[in-house]
């Protein structure tokens, strides 16, 4: 098998796995070059040139940027850190503000579209508050984005199924009266304690 340039030893169990599927069908697989094989390497490339933004109305998009006060507030805020231009939608023949400090364009968004974008990339995945918040303000802005977002991951219900409580709290509860001498021992432990006098336990 020469699929794979790196030593066999060094493969994954997953890699084992496909190559042990793959011998089923050749007994001689070999690995060219993506700039020898144009081809074929064009062949292995998902049909579109740009990632689809089709979950997203770009027009409606834009009417509700020229009406939104928010935005509006933004721009006239001579102390704000945002630099909002006028960009071309890459997928419509519309304009969108965006803000353009961080050197890509990231369009302003609306409220009524917010939840619409974050519900679209934390579903992917259900990562939680920070890499949500990072995949969401890297593309788009709004104000106190972050809080929103932390507020809808944790209120998310799938989330909230699948994740795994390991700070448990045992409630502080009373032990039944026992009916017999030593029928049940109760032992606190502590420690360990500073020495006393060069002593450590008594």
């Not at 809080?147 to 448990?168: G, L």
């Amino acid at each position: 098998m020469y699929a794979f340039m790196q030593n066999p030893d060094k493969c994954s169990p997953r890699q084992w796995r496909h190559l042990d599927f793959i011998s089923q069908f050749s007994t001689d697989v070999r690995h060219i070059n993506g700039t020898r094989n144009a081809v074929a390497d064009a062949l292995s490339r998902i049909e579109v040139n740009q990632i689809s933004n089709s979950f997203l109305d770009f027009e409606a998009l834009s009417k509700a940027q020229l009406e939104d006060n928010e935005l509006q507030s933004f721009q006239n805020d001579e102390k704000s850190s945002l630099v909002f231009k006028r960009v071309p939608s890459p997928v419509s023949a519309t304009e969108l503000i965006c803000d353009t400090s961080t050197g890509s364009p990231r369009p302003f968004v609306p409220h009524n579209f917010r939840r619409t974008i974050f519900e679209h990339f934390h579903n992917l995945a259900h990562p939680g508050v920070a890499a949500s918040f990072q995949l969401i303000a890297s593309r788009y802005v709004w104000p106190n984005m972050r809080k929103t977002v932390k507020d809808w991951v944790q209120n998310c219900i799938a989330c909230q199924r699948s994740k795994v409580h390991r700070h448990t709290k045992t409630p502080l509860g009373t032990f039944a009266l026992p009916d017999a001498r030593f029928l049940h021992i109760h032992v606190d432990l502590i420690g360990p304690l500073p020495s006393s006098e060069g002593k450590s336990f008594c």
